[in-house]
């Protein structure tokens, strides 16, 4: 079968799988924890509700089957993340949902961009949301982000390097950008959005190109993107710049009291950042991204926002606020070039029962489920082959026990690692609890 290889959709040996559920398992704990319920929606939206005119729309991979009749009445597209599609699966769900609805979600999502360092055009993301019905208390505000926070201090286990959240609100951009004369705020906004990707001097040319700017503004919102405070004196430089406006005002106090509730729980751990705008137009009020330290050059690994109308129906609205962490994008730094972790064997099995000859593979066909029903993973051998040649196969997939059912004291079991071999019986013998299933573990 001849294939063509696609890049930009990672498909992970076994070993790296491991090494991607335990990340996976790590991140539904903590989520748990705190309260959230998981849900799983479906692949393809309308694109009616994915294409909204911005610069996702680029990205969008949109689904036909190969042998519709004319047009599709009603075409579909690929998530490109998860917020969009739990804004709608509340609003279909609403009459059986508790508010405010705290989920979590972790599955596929896909994007057309180009293929890079640690981006993908099929990747995992794990999402939480907490959503309100009319109202969304600025607290669940703090909680977002320091939920984030827990979770990669969950993942130090692995190696995980701590994070920094950097926060900002779009409030405070839009009421700036206005208090400087600038109009078109979605241009404001997508063009400080690429501070970091093009550079300042660049995304002052865009803020004239795009957004109408003149120099002396384009500099103003630079000089505001400049500013960084690990405390509430970032609000003095922005009062320094001398703009004034009502929106800017209330961005500002937002902004102030996150970061005062943050530090009080989790000092340092949220940062304010004013160039942090977020591409995607359904933001309406604080933005995060988070940075892996020592990996900054990843860029952000977690992300997301407040959004105040994306779930909405023409009598309720369904405020909410959320961030997702970038599955993918941690295992390209985790199993790179670089690698940082392995798990201790490919497959799940503890145990490889040998078949002495094909007359008594129905033996040790016994022994592996004996061995399972006890919650041992075992398999059985392919080949009654020389033992030599089994023990070589177990060795291969990091099985770590050979199991002999014609030893010379009868049945017997054989950890291939240190050569030490001895009488056991099936519905008793237990692997050391290390051995029992693969162990996900640093790289030396």
């Known amino acids: ?71 599709e009445k009603n075409p579909m597209g690929l998530h490109f993340d998860l917020t969009v599609p739990t804004a709608r699966y509340v609003v279909e769900n609403a009459g059986h949902l508790n508010f405010p609805f705290k989920r979590y979600q972790i599955q596929p999502v896909w994007r057309g961009e180009r293929p890079q360092d640690g981006r993908y055009r099929e990747f995992i993301q794990a999402d939480i949301d907490i959503i309100a019905e009319d109202t969304l208390p600025e607290h669940f505000e703090y909680e977002v982000p320091l939920v984030i926070v827990q979770a990669f201090d969950a993942l130090g286990e692995l190696g995980v390097p701590p994070v920094k959240v950097v ?27 690429k501070y970091d990707k093009i550079g300042p001097q660049r995304v002052a040319e865009l803020l004239q190109e795009e957004a109408g700017a003149t120099s002396a503004q384009a500099e ?59 591409g995607l137009d359904y933001y309406t009020g604080t933005v995060y991204e988070t940075l892996l330290q ?38 390209s730094r985790l199993i790179g070039k670089d690698r940082v972790l392995t798990a201790t064997r ?44 089994q023990i070589k196969f177990a060795d291969k997939r990091g099985i770590p026990f050979v199991w002999f059912t014609d030893g010379e004291s009868g049945h017997e079991v054989k950890d291939i690692r240190s050569g030490k071999q001895e009488s056991a019986a099936a519905d008793e013998w237990l692997p050391p609890a290390a051995d029992l299933w693969p162990q996900v573990v640093r790289v030396v």
């Not at 490889?352 to 051998?381: F, K, M």
Request: net charge negative.
């Open 346 to 389: 490919e497959v799940p099995t503890a145990v490889l029962v040998a078949v002495t000859d094909e007359e008594t593979r129905s033996e040790a066909n016994s022994v592996a489920r004996a061995l399972r029903e006890r919650g041992i993973p075992a398999d059985v051998s392919p080949v009654a082959s020389k033992f030599g040649k």
């Open 294 to 331: 020592g990996h900054e050059s990843l860029g952000s690994v977690a992300s997301g926002g407040r959004y105040d109308a994306l779930a909405r129906t023409d009598k309720r609205v369904y405020p909410g606020v959320g961030m997702s962490i970038g599955v993918s994008r941690l295992m």
């Open 167 to 193: 926060a900002n609100n779009r409030k405070l951009i839009e009421g700036f950008a206005r208090g400087v004369g600038l109009e078109n705020i979605t241009a404001v906004l997508r063009c400080i959005d």
């Open 220 to 278: 103003a919102c630079l000089k505001l993107a400049d500013i960084e405070s690990a405390t509430t004196e970032f609000a003095d430089r922005v009062a320094a710049l001398g703009v004034s406006n009502d929106m800017l005002d209330e961005g500002v106090e937002a902004l102030v009291k996150l970061i005062d509730q943050a530090h009080a729980q989790s000092p340092g751990s949220v940062v304010a950042q004013l160039k942090i705008a977020r």
């Open 1 to 71: 079968m001849a294939t063509a290889k696609l890049s930009g959709f990672p498909e992970w040996l076994p070993a790296d799988r491991a090494v991607e559920e335990r990340i996976i398992d790590l991140l539904k704990h903590t989520f748990e924890l705190n309260g959230f319920a998981g849900i799983h929606t479906r692949a393809v939206e309308p694109l009616s509700a994915l294409a909204k005119e911005g610069e996702i729309d680029k990205e969008i991979f949109a689904v036909s089957r190969l042998h519709s009749e004319g047009a």
